[in-house]
């Protein structure tokens, strides 16, 4: 739910340090940011998603504008964010823990509830996570954090025209793939 007619009032408290107005919008835009960053950052999501927030709270001050440009610079933020993992990846190689291990340090929980609410996302969010990389960017630019064609070529800096063909494009492998393998559980309607 957008924060609509409420959010010019939400974003000026929120540009004077309101917590309040700061954790409204953390929590409107939090669950987007996460679910972009699980989709191109993995394992370093909630990281890269909280920088996000740090990032988006120091500039804050300086932003001027509505919800929709709101969102489209936090995503801004998220996509830079991105590529500078992708670069600081590029310069370091690492060793993932082996699954026991992490396994010994989740907090118990009702996983069976957890997993059955999260079944859906994660696997459209894996199903977009394999496509090539520009395609999955702007399928999740424009579906995940519900920008529009021209802010996704804002934030990616390709054309209008470019970002269309991209989701066409990954559209059409998405549909495609869902045609080839009906029996996984990701394909369901």
Do not use: C
């Not at 063909?165 to 996984?184: F, K, M, S, V």
Request: glycine share 8%; aromatic share 6%.
């Amino acid at each position: 739910m957008a924060l609509g007619e409420r959010f010019d009032e939400i974003l000026a408290a929120a540009q004077k340090g309101a917590p309040w107005a700061l954790e409204a919008i953390y929590r409107e835009f939090q669950p987007g940011v996460l679910a972009f960053m699980r989709a191109r950052a993995g394992g370093e999501a909630e990281d890269l998603a909280a920088d996000v927030f740090v990032a988006a709270a120091e500039g804050l001050p300086r932003f001027e504008g509505g919800e929709a440009g709101f969102r489209s610079w936090l995503y801004t933020i998220a996509y830079r964010k991105v590529g500078q993992l992708r670069r600081r990846q590029g310069r370091r190689k690492t060793e993932p823990a082996p699954i026991g291990d992490v396994v010994e340090h989740v907090a118990p929980g009702d996983a069976e509830a957890d997993a059955m609410t999260a079944l859906a996302t994660e696997a459209a969010l894996a199903r977009i996570a394999a496509l090539p990389p520009a395609q999955a960017e702007v399928v999740l630019l424009r579906v995940v954090a519900d920008l529009s064609v021209d802010e996704v070529a804002a934030i990616v800096g390709k054309r209008p025209a470019a970002v269309r063909a991209l989701q066409h494009r990954a559209l059409l492998r998405l549909a495609r793939t869902r045609i080839e393998n009906p029996e996984d559980p990701g394909s369901e309607p």
